[in-house]
């Protein structure tokens, strides 16, 4: 499993907080998200993308404070994209790109 890294960091399970934006990449994937806030919920909502033809599935995954995980995953293969909006709990999410 290979995991996306956040603008130039390390990080591949990044700590976000409401009104963040982010555009991880990994090898063979793209992805955007934005983390919005609203009654003291937050919402996760954006898009991935495999861009390489290598026999790799690609997957979006977020775990919430509430304990509770979202997952998205693909193996349609090259140039699919994908979008997801998932709402709980709280205002942090833990959200990365993988693939598998």
């Keep these: 499993m290979t995991f996306g890294t956040l603008a130039g960091t390390a990080s591949a399970r990044p700590n976000g907080h409401c009104g963040q934006t982010f555009d991880p ?7 955007h998200w934005t983390l919005d ?19 790799d599935c690609v997957g979006v995954k977020a775990h919430f404070a509430d304990g509770s995980t979202k997952r998205s995953e693909t193996c349609d293969g090259w140039g699919s994209k994908k979008s997801f909006k998932w709402t709980r709990p709280g205002s942090i999410a833990d959200v990365y790109l993988y693939e598998f």
Excluded: M, P
């Design 25 to 31: 990449t990994t090898d063979g994937a793209t992805a």
């Design 37 to 55: 806030c609203s009654g003291g919920q937050i919402t996760v909502k954006g898009w991935y993308q495999d861009d390489e033809l290598d026999g």
